[in-house]
């Protein structure tokens, strides 16, 4: 890991070195340097390369460049929550793919539509671009790989476990991140579409994902672990295990969020909720009500934080499931356990959500780039929010937050 930021550290170094019309003739490495700086979370890095070379491709007329460039950064856009991005970059790819006749790059480029559509619009919308492009996957090992992975974890969503091994077992990925990735998707499918009797299959379903765990631990990579303790916890959860899958649920959330990825971050705490609100459940009818009111503040919390990490990015699908989730948990708590208005019950919509950012850890400039607003708008919604509720620092905000969460009140 150490090399490879070296070596990315050089390439963006000679890269920036050069002046544009040196750059021009080597258009095409542009891309992959980006690539290399999203995973490695140099988003800044990677999003001036990529409008660099998208500049310098428009204006020397090297068009072949461009649905690469273009491709890089739906990508990056996607990563980084900003779903409608990450579409329009996409379909602009295709567009410069058909104006160039490329079958490979409109392939590409239809692939990355995929996660944005499926979170934005839900699976229909998503099913209805995999089959039309599942029979002209790209060439390449690499990509192929991904398209795999991606219809794969379409099926999933929509609820088509047998569908989604189907995909994932016809064939072997060649690149390691791929094999990380299909063994998590195939524990997940494996799970799901198992009996409740099939010992076999539940057997069969741990054995991939703690496989795909011990993979992303090697690579260290936050993305991957990310996405392979939030598989540990689906399969766990599956199990009835729920105990030991919110640990993992919420370990999933954490290395999402060091990588970057807020709306994969929401799903994971998402899930960390629904398996809070049913150890409270299961604590309440054990007569433990101290124990169920913490789960289920700590519910209220992760739903509360998945809500905005939603909302930011655009993930209009998701944010409509997690509505239905939050109706669900109220009907869970007991009447003589609702919570009374607070003090948070003064701030506005607009204050809550720059609030909530704030404490999961996202600065000015960067609440201001997911919420599009000025970084001064910010400033002085956070203001009005330390002034209503009586805190002076960020830290004392996060414990204010927190607090409010996990606490009840009688009616």
Do not use: C
Request: proline share 4%; charged share 25%.
């Amino acid at each position: 890991m150490a090399e490879s930021r070296a070596e990315t550290d050089r390439a963006a170094w000679l890269t920036d070195g050069m002046t544009d019309d040196v750059l021009a003739p080597h258009l095409e490495m542009v891309a992959p340097l980006a690539w290399v700086e999203l995973h490695l979370r140099r988003h800044d890095d990677a999003s001036r390369h990529l409008r660099r070379g998208l500049d310098i491709a428009y204006r020397a007329g090297r068009s072949h460049s461009v649905p690469y460039l273009l491709i890089a950064l739906s990508a990056l856009n996607e990563r980084q929550g900003r779903l409608s991005e990450a579409i329009t970059a996409a379909e602009e790819a295709r567009e410069a793919s058909r104006l160039i006749h490329s079958r490979e790059t409109l392939a590409m480029s239809s692939i990355l539509l995929l996660r944005p559509l499926l979170w934005r619009d839900g699976p229909r919308a998503a099913l209805e671009l995999a089959e039309r492009i599942s029979g002209t996957r790209p060439r390449s090992g690499w990509w192929s790989g991904l398209a795999r992975l991606d219809l794969a974890l379409v099926h999933a969503e929509a609820g088509q476990p047998d569908h989604a091994l189907a995909i994932l077992t016809s064939e072997d990925p060649a690149d390691e991140p791929g094999r990380t990735y299909g063994l998590a998707l195939q524990a997940i499918a494996t799970a799901t579409a198992a009996a409740p009797a099939a010992a076999a299959a539940w057997s069969e379903a741990g054995t991939l994902a703690e496989r795909a765990l011990a993979r992303a631990t090697e690579s260290g990579l936050p993305h991957q672990l990310g996405f392979a303790h939030r598989a540990r916890a689906k399969v766990l959860m599956l199990a009835g295990q729920d105990e030991e899958a919110v640990v993992h649920a919420a370990r999933g959330a954490e290395q999402f969020a060091a990588a970057g990825a807020p709306v994969e971050e929401g799903l994971a705490r998402q899930l960390a909720a629904e398996l809070y609100a049913a150890l409270g459940s299961v604590a309440q009818a054990r007569g433990e009500l101290g124990r169920a009111e913490v789960l289920v503040g700590q519910a209220r919390e992760e739903l509360g934080r998945a809500k905005v990490l939603y909302a930011a990015a655009g993930a209009t699908w998701l944010s409509t499931a997690l509505a239905r989730d939050e109706r669900r948990l109220a009907a869970r708590v007991p009447r003589g356990q609702r919570r009374a208005a607070g003090p948070l019950s003064s701030l506005t919509t607009r204050e809550r959500q720059i609030a909530d950012l704030a404490v999961v850890g996202l600065t000015n400039q960067q609440i201001a780039e997911r919420l599009y607003l000025s970084p001064k708008t910010v400033e002085a919604h956070l203001s009005r929010t330390f002034a209503k509720l009586g805190v002076q620092s960020r830290v004392t905000l996060t414990q204010h937050l927190t607090s409010d969460a996990r606490a009840t009140h009688d009616d």
